[in-house]
């Protein structure tokens, strides 16, 4: 049809990047495509054991092309002259230094194998003593630039990531002039507009994770910035003091990028944000709603009418920031460091005579050895949560703490660490996994309890992300342990569905955000509800949760 209007939606994960290709007027998805970044995935610039996970530029821009094309591929010839917007959504806070010209110091033949010249990752916990350093200087100093985000700055943000690198290398010192989020650079990019004084940036990256607000005017002083560290000497006068909402319009694709992709040059092209925030818009977040994104960690996002908190300041979040989620209402950010990952690090324990002992066997030939080993590794999730929920509540005799990759919130900290309790040597894979699945809704819960403590109002909990659809025992849990009935969103993409919406009201196709949910949203797939004499036991196990995890935090 002639009225046909289609936009793309990108959403950057941890691992990959996902493309969906959506049909403005009715929020169908006509094709997707998802590419894995090829260095990321050889492990290359990351150091676990230190904490250090960096990704390089070009794992960026490659996949971005890769599965845009592939996903334009499985559509109609013609449909791709009907795309009429695009935008982005990435992780955050993984920002980069870059030269005067906005390009990131990574490309430069330099430092292109150096990991301190690439994006530093949300995960990234490399900055936790420079992120102790912001904190105390904040709360000493005559502004509190922590005030609207927590009151806690947390290592897996900009600024105190952008000082451990500049301390670290005294090369990339010397050539670093600006730095970017990766959700800014993405639109700045494919709009030929990268000079870092120019960039249209983020509201929801900069209010989140850079302690920019308006009642200061921007980011913090100078002053500030220089006595935590004078090797941030002029960075400010290098950023920006104005920030967008994603329903913005940064630009147009350049002909090279149109080129490249296969699109028109008239796409327009919207200001990006983070996962979760798009996330919580694809799902049809509205007042009161919880939204939690639920994957290798987690992020909650509630939207608050401006009146409910005037004058109030949620302690221990990861920001209130006007406009970040929905424009014209205040966005709530919470999460836990780790979720998926937690279960995912189980699964490598118990994975490890597999991979180690196994790939010495003379019984079986290689190719068959290697199929097993995929196969057997594939299954371990699957079937421990099917025995982990056979095993009665009431039998939950071990107790964990869900803080292996840090806590986010409430309160961040990334010096804490997880904790198991309560083994003994009838301890099953399956119990010890039931505890770890339970800590996490633990953890949850403690999020859920600190917004409720500060009089934020919530109606109904959102899951989104591949847990809540793929996972019904962890989703279970979730809702016995929250005493809350969860509803999960149909979309699975829903960060990229989300973002395909801010692209659909950048290109006009909507006045505005709400008014893209209401023609695009697609509902609920499944609801679950709280098994009541669960829930009582929970209540139980929460507080011994609680004490444990003090325990952890200050014993040990």
Known sequence: MADEKYVIGLDYGTDSCRAVIINALNGDEVASAVKYYPRWKEGKYCKPLENRYRQHPLDYTETFEASVKEALAKIPKGTAEKVVGIAFDTTGSTPVLTDSEGTPLALLPEFADN??????????????????????????????????????????????????????????????????????????????????????????????????????????????????????????????????????????????????????????????????????????????????????????????????????????????????????????????????????????????????????????????????????????IPVLSEQAALIPVSESSILAVDWMNGRRTPDANQLVKGSITGLTLASSAPLIYRALVEATAFGSKAIVDRFLENGIEIDNVIGIGGISLKSPFVMQTLSDVLGMPIQVAKVEQACAFGASMFGAVAAGVYTNVEEAQAAMGQGFAKEYYPDEANHAIYLKLYEKYRKLGYFTEHEL
């Open 115 to 380: 990991p301190n010249a690439m994006f530093v990752l949300w995960k990234d916990h490399t900055a936790v003593k420079e992120a102790l350093e912001i904190n105390e200087l904040a709360h000493n100093w005559e502004i509190d630039y922590t005030a609207y985000e927590g009151g806690i700055y947390s290592s897996e943000w900009v600024w105190a990531k952008i000082t451990h690198v500049l301390r670290e290398d005294a090369d990339i010192r010397s050539k670093a002039y600006s730095w970017i989020e990766h959700c800014d650079w993405m639109p700045a990019l494919i709009t030929g507009n990268t000079r870092p004084e120019n960039v249209i940036r983020s509201r929801c990256a900069a209010g989140h994770k850079a302690m920019w607000h308006a009642q200061w005017g921007g980011l913090p002083s100078e002053g500030f910035l220089t006595t935590l560290e004078p090797l941030l000497a002029g960075f400010r006068s290098h950023l920006f003091n104005e920030t967008y909402t994603t329903d913005t319009k940064v630009g147009i694709l350049t002909p090279e990028w149109a080129q490249r992709l296969g699109l028109s040059t008239d796409v327009a092209v919207a200001v990006g944000a983070f996962d979760c925030h798009t996330g919580a818009v694809g799902a049809e977040i509205k007042p009161k709603s919880f939204v939690r994104v639920i994957g290798t960690s987690t992020c909650d996002v509630m939207v608050v009418p401006y009146a409910e908190l005037e004058g109030k300041l949620v302690p221990g979040i990861c920001g209130q920031v006007d406009g970040s989620v929905i424009p014209g209402m205040i966005g709530l950010e919470a999460g836990q460091s780790g979720f998926g990952d937690i279960y995912a690090w189980f699964k490598n324990v118990l994975a490890w005579p597999l991979e180690k002992v196994l790939t010495y066997s003379d019984l079986i030939d290689e190719e068959t050895k290697a199929k097993l080993i995929e196969e057997t590794i594939g299954k371990i």
